[in-house]
């Protein structure tokens, strides 16, 4: 099998945070088309069924997209979405820092849950979908300690108002689940769905060495 037979992957994605994760498991997406979709949950709509949803959104609204590229045409796409909610309430991807400031008031000393969904596309035009629950436990966060991370701004754009992998992974007191998952992308997942669909994430492996 030879890199040059390698299928054509596009990431549903601008996320840094992603990229890195597949890189991490030496897949390498041949296009970053990240979807335009409107994230407002719909009245009623339970958390896991939002992430799924918009999810599918994002891959379907890629696809459309990478339609228009001949060299895409047949290409493997790969969305995700990560919603965080405590209790059926679904917090916001924070964009000012009163949203970020009330997103960690409500998950400070509480658990909540984190979930994300992958969705996957063959060229075939097959979907394949997997969803992961992750609980997550935060100290009690004092005043001081809100406003410093409020003032480092990494909160800006996540889902949650923070992100794990960086400042806030000082916060976390327990994490039950998968942390990739949290991060935005569930590795095991995503492999799985690749590997089930003959995308050879292994490929990169044997020339690691």
């Known amino acids: 099998m030879s890199a040059s037979w390698r299928p054509k ?6 996320s840094p945070r992603r990229l890195a994760l597949l890189q991490q498991v ?17 009245r009623g709509e ?19 997209m990478a339609e ?25 991807k924070a964009e ?3 949203e970020a400031a009330q997103c960690l008031r409500l998950v400070s000393g509480r658990g909540h849950r984190v979930y994300s969904a992958v969705h996957l596309i063959t060229p075939q035009g097959k979907h394949r979908q997997r969803i992961v629950e992750t609980r ?23 889902a949650g108002g923070y992100a794990i992998q960086g400042l806030a992974g000082a916060f976390a007191v327990k994490l039950v689940g ?9 590795l095991y997942e995503t492999v799985n769905l690749l590997v089930g669909e ?10 690691a060495a």
């Open 9 to 14: 992957l596009v990431l549903a994605s601008a």
């Open 198 to 207: 003959g995308y050879p994430v292994r490929l990169s492996w044997l020339n």
């Open 136 to 158: 997550v436990r935060f100290k009690n966060l004092s005043q001081d300690e809100i406003e410093s991370y409020l003032a480092s701004g990494e909160w800006r754009g996540k």
């Open 96 to 98: 000012t820092v009163e």
């Open 178 to 186: 998968s942390y990739t998952a949290v991060v935005g992308l569930p």
């Open 68 to 92: 228009r590229q001949d060299e895409l045409t047949s290409a493997f796409i790969l969305a995700a979405d990560t919603v965080v909610a405590v209790g059926r309430r679904v917090l916001p």
């Open 26 to 42: 030496g897949v390498e997406p041949d296009a970053l088309m990240p979807a335009d979709v409107d994230e407002t949950p719909l």
């Open 46 to 64: 339970k958390p896991r069924d939002v992430a799924r949803r918009l999810a599918r959104d994002k891959a379907e609204a890629t696809r459309r």
